[in-house]
């Protein structure tokens, strides 16, 4: 999974802090450096294509700045135009050698490609320069774990997925998977008026190899975290089980097609509402006491990651998920949703993304949320 966090305040900071430093009495330094800025305070934003402009406008006042060329760099990978990334990276670091977040970037731009040896060549290197980087070396001992899993994967796909698993004899089972995708693709495709352009991962694993790669809590049966990764036994037909999973993670993966920057509870909430859940009774009436004994949450404590969350934790916090974004849906459309993800998109928070999306703030949205569960 792409550290976003990690990766943009470190790249933002730094690109900052350089333009700060690079200001003088020249009209052509000081709007480098005005670009630098904007530049840096876009990406933070998640404004990727107007960080893209601005880096490009810094860079006709000063070419010859590694710090440009690697904001620029920056921009493209998160706008997928590898080819532009690689080259913006590739200047800086020819510019600045030692520049260890090109290293990283380059390492995530070879990792997308699937080519694991080359990201975690990239990947050292940036390890080197930064020793402090403790979140990258626990990345790249992953990253080698996952290599060494795969490296004797067989592969097979469409023109829209890519999966990868272990033994001839799981050659159905991978045929299964691809053929569940496909449909996913469509329906998930038609309620958004969303289709991801790029080949999406699917990687099967035993249990044991899921649980070495992922380090996922044991109530996970299934991630995305760029790729789809799935644990699978000897399956020789669809089953229901299955099909809620694969269609769960590849909502995951057109929310982040769509938005790297997206609320946990509207992700989890929106995965489940595509892969069919349901709430029963016995669901409805513990949500409902919860409201009438005011202990709901808010959801602006389910935004973050449920990765740390125990059984229990992580089962309430998937039905709160759920029933809010199932009330958005009812009430207000699911192309809606959609306008709450290009606004996320767009670099808004959660509750501009909702108040321009449905229309109405993200605490009246709540309000009406727990009305219905009374």
């Known amino acids: 999974m792409i550290n976003r966090k990690l990766f943009l305040i470190a790249s933002v900071v730094s690109l900052f802090l350089s333009s700060a430093a690079a200001f003088s009495q020249t009209p052509e330094q000081n709007a480098y450096a005005r670009f630098m800025r904007t530049g840096s305070e876009q990406m933070k934003a998640g404004d990727y294509q107007a960080a893209r402009d601005s880096f490009d406008r810094a860079l006709e006042y000063n070419d010859s700045a590694a ?3 690697l904001g620029l760099g920056i921009a493209y990978f998160h706008l997928r135009d590898d080819k532009y990334a690689e080259r913006e990276l590739s200047k800086a670091l020819e510019l600045n050698p030692k520049s260890s977040t090109a290293y990283q970037f380059l390492g995530e731009l070879y990792y997308r490609k699937d080519d694991l040896e080359t990201a975690v060549s990239y990947w050292e290197k940036a390890v080197e320069l930064n020793p402090k980087a403790t979140d990258l070396r626990t990345r790249l001992d992953r990253i080698r774990k996952e290599h060494n899993a795969e ?3 067989n592969h097979d796909g469409t023109s829209h ?3 990868k698993y272990e033994g001839r004899e799981k050659v159905e089972a991978g045929r299964i998977v691809l053929r569940i995708l496909e449909e996913a693709y469509g329906e998930v495709g038609r309620a958004l008026s969303y289709y991801p352009e790029q080949e999406i991962q699917v990687i099967l694993y035993s249990g044991q190899q899921f649980k070495e790669v992922t380090d996922a809590p044991g109530w996970s049966g299934g991630i995305f975290d760029g790729k789809i990764r799935l644990p699978i036994g000897g399956i ?7 099909r809620r999973i694969l269609f769960h993670e590849y909502t995951h993966a057109v929310v982040r097609a769509i938005t790297p920057r997206c609320p946990t509870w509207l992700n989890e909430g929106l995965a489940q509402y595509f892969e069919g859940s349901q709430i029963d009774a016995q669901q409805q009436e ?9 202990k709901i949450p808010s959801l602006t404590n389910l935004e973050g990651s ?40 767009r670099g808004a928070d959660t509750g501009k993304a909702i108040n321009n999306g449905i229309m109405i703030s993200y605490e009246e949205f709540e309000r009406g949320w727990q009305r219905s569960l009374e």
Do not use: C
């Open 161 to 163: 997925f890519l999966t």
């Open 67 to 69: 710090e440009g060329h």
């Open 151 to 153: 490296k004797d994967f």
């Open 286 to 294: 513990m949500l409902k006491k919860l409201v009438l004994a005011g």
């Open 236 to 242: 020789e037909q669809e089953t229901p089980a299955l």
């Open 306 to 345: 449920f990765t740390g969350l125990g059984g229990g934790q992580a089962q309430s916090a998937y039905l709160l998920s759920f029933s809010s974004v199932r009330y958005m849906i009812d009430s207000f459309g699911i192309y809606r949703i959609k306008d709450v993800l290009v606004e996320l998109a």
